[in-house]
DNA sequence: AGCACGCCGACT
DNA sequence: GTCGGCGTGCTC
């Protein structure tokens, strides 16, 4: 028999592999398996398909089974084929992406000498003598360590020949050994009776510590259904160590097994909530609309109580024994969140992020797989998708308009919203997205009655919405009445709200506004050697830094371009702005809340704590203040710079910009008192500005649309990029032109381009972009394979082959 | 994607 | 003459 293994690599292929007769029994589809790939590179897969089909070529043997159970499900196997067409590119890559780093295993290549071989040290070639000097000192090393040990390029050949000589051994270690962590366990043998027999005791009358084991034993197993008592519990009940408990089992007199470790006991406090009048109804139309659809859609304002709705359907799902998938974006799965979680649902509740250890993803992934140990909530950043659910019945997505749920690198490129609704149809489970700002599309899709549609539009009772006002900066700064970034009447309403002992959050877009060292004589400014990139200033390495390759260099002292030694930092960041405020406001409190400031473990906590308690009063802060914080006593709100987030290249600039000006807004004054937000801009009769002040969704989404259908974007096309990459200009504009060209002849004018990408290069490659812009209502299937055959057709000339090339499905 | 093999320029 | 550059082809 056969196995299609999937290995994970960017190959649209598995490889064959033979299936050793003795295993032929256990062998299922979703096994890790270890494979040999090539002369001796060992690779952990997945096994696709089983069958009996001889290829027309020599297999290699399946040299081993990972686990006791397939790791990956049916259904996981199919979902992960619907990822890879979609988003166009190989099973290997949404494996890589979908499994917990502890299951992938890669092996390296070990030197070692080969010890039942004389060696004759003149023999060896000067090389060979290097490498011979060095394994006589370390009796094993990684060919790559040789390498740089040597300070040798490719070590390989000298290798190579030093093994047909009989030199040196060549073993393949396989790394990565994280395993989940687990406990000894004890029990009185089955069949040996309920309780400690004479015959025991007089057996072991010598040994005090064994018999005082037992009875320790007898005394911690209160529990009738589970015989297992934990060592741990058993050595302090006893006060002693291993020794006399192996003694015990060598003996008969207990068995030993191992378990995974149990994770920590949290109790479910709160019941599902009793909904309010609004409520109700929307779960009312929601279960119409989920008779029908897969999807709906929640419109919640801030603050009506969306997330109300979400625990009433996890309360249900949990009541029929069935898993729930919580999804939100990584920036908003905060500590808050997921005590609010554990509060409703205790310890049934599991995170999975890519914060958690390698360790904690594995058990998490495991208990999965465990029908006794399987959680039934998860709470999760878009990777977790990917889990092996067994019985999925309900999706969250929490914040659905959310552009960071789209994966950029690596591949695949994956939206977990749209990720999520997939996962949902093979699951035939239920999908709610739910947000107070829905994306266009999403929104769209309920109008067309594709989705299921409920929203919320009043708040609790008591609490107002914020007065939002557009400050006009056009007139200060041409008066010159600007203090740094700030208007005189947001410093204004700042020292009223401190005054008050009332807190100040201050928001700065992130993206941009890193500070750069600009000459002041000729405008010159520094570049990444690598990217067409400023670098800009770091404080805490006080280095210029490439954000793109990581490039990075002392700050000059003069002027590269000129020699001038005026030489001045210019930015826009959170440090600028603290430190600008903190001149005109000397005695006020402020700090930063950006990625920055909050990179070392637990320092974001400490600074959500902190502005709670109110040893903070104004808090600057980038996206990162927006998300999934609720804090009390904002009395104001303050947007630096409107225009900055307006003024993006993107077709979803203005929708983003609402959505985000609009989340920011919604932070001031949750609670009692009428909060103030304050939006300054150059452009404050902007449509969006207004949308923002008057609170007009709805308009600003007609609006929207009618931009998107005239201009050719989503929701009525959907678009995919084709990046092409490589060192030399010449090649990617060569290959880029001839495939434009060829897809002109097939698509016509839905091929834009090529262009250079936004930022042309990077890491020493050129990108150049194709759009392509497809209208709803043809094949997309079909496209991508007209798509791909074009794509093939690069190989066949010897400059174009040169050229990478990624696709970027629904790009964000 | 990685990795090995093979054929040409610049160094001992 | 050797070293090592990268272009070419293959991996079950
Ligand atoms: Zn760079
Ligand atoms: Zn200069």
Redesign the pocket.
């Known amino acids: 028999m056969y196995a ?1 293994v999937i290995l994970p ?3 649209n ?6 299936i050793p007769v003795e295993w032929e029994g256990q062998m299922e589809r979703g096994r890790r398996v270890l ?7 060992l690779y952990a897969g997945i096994v696709l398909r089983i069958h009996n089909e001889q ?1 027309g ?4 043997p399946i040299l081993e089974i990972e686990d006791e159970i397939p790791i990956v499900t049916e259904l996981q196997l199919e979902y992960w084929r619907w990822l890879a067409e979609y988003y166009m590119c190989s099973m290997g890559e949404v494996m890589n992406a979908a499994l917990p780093a502890a299951f992938k295993m890669q092996s ?2 070990k030197v070692s000498r080969n010890p039942e071989l004389e060696v004759d040290e003149a023999e060896l ?3 060979e003598f290097q490498v011979y000097e060095l394994l006589l000192e370390l009796d094993s090393l990684r060919i790559s360590d040789l390498g740089k040990k040597l300070n ?3 070590p ?2 000298v290798i ?1 020949r030093m093994y047909a000589e009989g030199y040196v051994n060549l073993d393949e270690e396989v790394k990565g050994t994280v395993k989940s962590k687990t406990e000894r366990r004890y029990r009185w043998p089955e069949g040996y009776g309920e309780e400690l027999t004479q015959d025991a005791f007089d057996q072991l009358k010598r040994a005090k510590v064994q018999s005082e084991l037992l009875l320790a034993y007898f005394k911690l197993n209160t529990d009738k259904e589970n015989p297992w008592v934990r060592e741990a519990d058993l050595l302090k009940a006893t006060d002693s160590n291993r020794s006399p408990l192996k003694a015990l089992v060598e003996k008969g007199w207990l068995e030993e097994k191992v378990f995974p470790v149990e994770p920590e006991r949290i109790a479910a406090v709160e019941s599902a909530p009793t909904l309010s009048d609004q409520q109700a109804l929307a779960v009312q139309n929601l279960n119409t609309a989920w008779e029908d659809k897969i999807t709906s859609l929640l419109y919640g304002v801030t603050s009506s109580g969306k997330t109300e709705i979400y625990f009433h359907y996890i309360h249900e799902c949990i009541e029929k024994n069935r898993q729930s998938l919580f999804m939100v974006p990584e920036i908003a799965l905060t500590a808050q969140m997921v005590k609010r979680l554990q509060s409703h649902f205790g310890d049934k509740v599991v995170t999975y992020t890519s914060r958690l250890s390698d360790r904690e993803r594995l058990e998490v992934w495991e208990r999965m797989l465990d029908p006794e140990r399987r959680p039934l909530v998860i709470l999760g950043a878009r990777s977790s998708v990917f889990l092996p659910f067994t019985d999925l019945d309900f999706v969250v997505v929490d914040e659905e308009h959310e552009s960071s749920y789209k994966q950029f690198d690596p591949a695949p490129r994956y939206h977990g919203r749209d990720a999520a609704i997939i996962l949902a149809h093979y699951h035939k489970a239920r999908v709610l997205l739910g947000s107070a700002t829905p994306s266009i599309e999403s929104y769209q899709n309920a109008e067309e009655g594709k989705y299921g549609y409920a929203e919320l539009t009043k708040r609790y009772s008591g609490i107002r919405l914020p007065v939002v006002e557009a400050v006009d900066i056009r007139k200060e700064t041409i008066r010159k009445q600007m203090h740094g970034h700030f208007s005189p009447r947001l410093l204004e309403a700042i020292k009223d709200q401190l005054e008050q002992e009332k807190k100040v959050i201050l928001f700065q877009n992130r993206r941009g506004f890193a500070p750069v060292v600009i000459c002041q004589n000729c405008g010159h400014s520094e570049q990444c050697v690598n990217c067409d990139i400023t670098l800009t200033y770091h404080k805490l390495s006080h280095q210029l830094r490439c954000h793109y390759c990581g490039y990075s260099i002392h700050p000059p002292t003069k002027c590269k371009s000129c020699g001038s030694v005026e030489l001045k930092m210019q930015g826009f960041g959170t440090e600028k702005i603290e430190e600008d405020l903190q001149v005109i406001l000397p005695n006020a409190r402020i700090a930063r809340m950006d990625l920055d400031a909050t990179r070392k473990k637990n320092s974001f906590q400490k600074l959500v704590d902190r502005f709670e308690k109110g040893e903070i009063d104004i808090l600057i802060g980038t996206q990162m203040v927006a998300k999934g914080l609720d804090f009390e006593d904002v009395g104001l709100v303050g947007i630096l710079s409107a225009d900055s987030l307006l003024n993006y290249p993107e077709f979803r600039a203005h929708e983003r910009a609402y959505q985000l000006m609009s989340q920011v807004a919604g932070r001031a004054g949750r609670r009692e008192e009428r909060g103030l937000v304050l939006i300054q801009s150059f452009q404050p009769d902007h449509r969006i500005i207004q949308q923002v002040t008057t609170y007009s969704f709805e308009e600003m989404f007609r609006e929207q649309r009618a931009d998107r259908k005239q201009f050719h974007y989503p929701p009525f096309y959907r678009l995919i990029h084709i990046e092409m990459r490589h060192v030399k200009v010449e090649v990617v504009s060569d290959a880029s032109d001839f495939l434009a060209g060829r897809l002109q002849g097939i698509f016509g004018k839905r091929v834009l381009g090529p262009e250079f990408a936004p930022i042309a290069r990077v890491r020493g490659q050129y990108h150049k972009r194709i759009i392509l812009k497809i209208e709803n209502g043809l094949s997309l299937p079909k496209v991508k394979k007209a798509l791909q055959t074009e794509v093939k057709r690069l190989d066949f000339h ?1 400059d174009h ?2 050229v ?1 090339v990624y696709f970027d499905v629904d790009p964000v």
């Open positions: 299609d690599l960017a190959l292929q598995t490889f064959t592999y033979g494979v040999q790939f090539g002369q001796r590179k290829p070529y020599d297999v290699k390296e290549t070639k000067d090389d040798w390029k490719n390989m050949p190579r010897k082959r040169k990478r």
